[in-house]
């Protein structure tokens, strides 16, 4: 990984999403595990340790100290161990340590902290998410393929792409109802169709019913 100073101003002019997350500070253990183990079961993603949520340079104190830290937790408590490549990244004089998490073949890796039973994690938007349903039995079975889609599938990938890039819903906004009311489809048959690409490891979902939200890894 070699991030210079302006690769990383422009991850903060297009803020948080689905492969992106800014913290000010290290984060706690279970919370930057969690997203770490969310990467690399969706579509990979970088963490930046030194920007605020608003997007701006707050740099760290003992950058080599961060680096080690996730590096570490990646491969004690990200289930199979998880490689990650970190780098200390000067922004404007303050320094942030940048993480870039691979989309995994290894998939899926699971969370494992002291007391708590391992958890496998995905993700939603700027969330992370327990994976369930559809969406964890794709991950047990490695099964990405993105070939052989009809136009209905296509439409329903490409809407679910574009809502998750609503800022104002960072956990997203993608629904079955939602679409079947967009494209004037019946929700009888949109929901089959989400359902199979979900099972094909095509859209991540999050939540039960109508209120199921997805994105696409």
Same mark, same amino acid.
């Given at each position: 990984?070699?991030?210079?100073? !302006? *690769?990383?101003?422009?991850?903060?002019?297009?803020?948080?999403?689905?492969?992106?997350?800014?913290?000010?500070?290290?984060?706690? *253990?279970?919370?930057?595990?969690?997203?770490?183990?969310?990467?690399?079961?969706?579509?990979?993603?970088?963490?930046?340790?030194?920007? +605020? *949520?608003? /997007?701006?340079?707050?740099?760290?104190?003992?950058?080599?100290?961060?680096?080690?830290?996730?590096?570490?937790?990646?491969?004690?408590?990200?289930?199979?161990?998880?490689?990650?490549? +970190?780098?200390?990244?000067?922004?404007? $004089?303050?320094?942030?340590?940048?993480? !870039?998490?691979?989309?995994?073949?290894?998939?899926?890796?699971?969370?494992?902290?002291?007391?708590?039973?391992?958890?496998?994690?995905?993700?939603? /938007?700027?969330?992370?998410?327990?994976?369930?349903?559809?969406?964890?039995?794709?991950?047990?079975?490695?099964?990405?393929?993105?070939?052989?889609?009809?136009?209905?599938?296509?439409?329903?990938? /490409?809407?679910?792409?574009?809502?998750?890039?609503?800022?104002?819903?960072?956990?997203?906004?993608?629904?079955?109802?939602?679409?079947?009311?967009?494209?004037?489809? /019946?929700?009888?048959?949109?929901?089959? +169709?989400?359902?199979?690409?979900?099972?094909?490891?095509?859209?991540?979902?999050?939540?039960? $019913?109508?209120?199921?939200?997805?994105?696409?890894?």
């Amino acid at each position: 990984m070699r991030l210079s100073a !302006s *690769d990383v101003l422009r991850c903060m002019e297009g803020g948080e999403g689905t492969r992106v997350e800014f913290k000010r500070v290290l984060p706690r *253990d279970d919370r930057a595990v969690r997203t770490l183990c969310a990467f690399a079961n969706t579509r990979g993603g970088l963490l930046i340790v030194g920007i +605020t *949520d608003r /997007g701006r340079v707050h740099g760290v104190h003992e950058p080599e100290r961060v680096r080690s830290r996730l590096e570490k937790l990646a491969e004690v408590h990200v289930l199979p161990p998880l490689a990650v490549a +970190t780098q200390v990244v000067e922004v404007g $004089g303050p320094r942030v340590v940048a993480c !870039s998490v691979p989309f995994s073949n290894a998939r899926p890796h699971a969370v494992q902290l002291p007391g708590t039973p391992p958890q496998v994690l995905v993700r939603v /938007g700027a969330s992370n998410r327990i994976a369930d349903g559809p969406t964890l039995a794709a991950l047990r079975r490695n099964a990405v393929s993105r070939n052989g889609r009809n136009p209905l599938e296509d439409a329903i990938v /490409g809407w679910v792409r574009a809502q998750s890039k609503i800022r104002a819903r960072p956990s997203g906004s993608a629904t079955v109802a939602g679409f079947a009311k967009a494209f004037n489809v /019946g929700e009888a048959r949109a929901h089959r +169709t989400f359902v199979r690409l979900e099972s094909r490891g095509l859209l991540v979902g999050h939540g039960a $019913g109508r209120s199921r939200v997805f994105t696409a890894p």
